[in-house]
Antibody, heavy 128, light 110 residues
């Protein structure tokens, strides 16, 4: 049973860089897309971006210039860095796995970008 | 303001059926599949429906999804108290080149 677990500081100062790590247990990090999603207090979900096990990435254009997602296959971990944070970046941050791109879930070459396994989430507050 | 539009709230009594709508555009729902998530307070979202109408293993068949044009719907039949949660739709957006979510619908079981 694959499980995800986020870790990192719960408090970050304005203008600094938010850094979180997601540890994948019970399975390999290979052959999947790994995502970060956040939810500000009282608001909805926002996709931050993903990294493929090959290292290719795709980021939410509204955050693109501030986001870096990286992978450490030796540790079965992937990480999020969000620079120049403000109070608006205060949120619960989730890591999540994309549904496998297998014939079970795909129709031809079209595969859903749905998130089937999530971490429990970690609250990050931006405050001085 | 979210790219996908959902009603902020919905309600029903136990045993009833309820439908939650999700409206988008030709660049997201109109050209890509829709996924639905259930979020209980203090817990991570749970995938309910993928590819418009497919249920992952373990999701009761009381939950069903559909899509028509640039809109999608999540239907819940035989409402139960444990269905009280926030529900989010999501889809890929070809213009933004990313995943977009609806603002969420808070379902209350009266």
């Amino acid at each position: 049973q694959v499980q995800l677990h986020e870790s990192g500081p719960g408090l970050v100062k304005p203008s600094e860089t938010l850094s979180l790590t997601c540890t994948v247990s019970g399975g390999s990090i290979s052959s999947y897309y790994w995502n970060w999603i956040r939810q500000p207090p009282g608001k909805g979900l926002e996709w931050i971006g993903y990294i493929y096990y090959s290292g290719s990435t795709n980021y939410n254009p509204t955050l693109n210039s501030r986001v870096t997602i990286s992978l450490d296959t030796s540790k079965n971990q992937f990480s999020l860095k969000l620079s120049s944070v403000t109070a608006a970046d205060t949120a619960v941050y989730y890591c999540a796995r994309r549904l496998p791109r297998t014939p079970q879930y795909c129709s031809g070459r079209s595969c859903p970008l749905a998130f089937d396994i999530w971490g429990q989430g970690t609250m990050v507050t931006v405050s001085s | 303001q979210s790219v996908l539009t959902q009603p902020p709230s919905a309600s029903g009594t136990p045993g009833q059926s309820v439908t939650i709508s999700c409206s988008g555009s030709s660049f997201n729902i109109g050209s890509n599949t829709v996924n639905w998530y259930q979020k209980l307070p203090g817990t991570a979202p749970k995938l309910l429906i993928y590819s418009n109408n497919q249920r992952p293993s373990g999701v009761p068949d009381r939950f069903s999804g559909s899509k028509s044009g640039t809109s999608a719907s999540l239907a819940i039949s035989g409402l139960q108290s444990e269905d009280e949660a926030d529900y989010y739709c999501a889809a890929w957006d070809d213009i933004l080149n990313g995943v977009v979510f609806g603002g969420g619908t808070k379902l209350t079981v009266l």
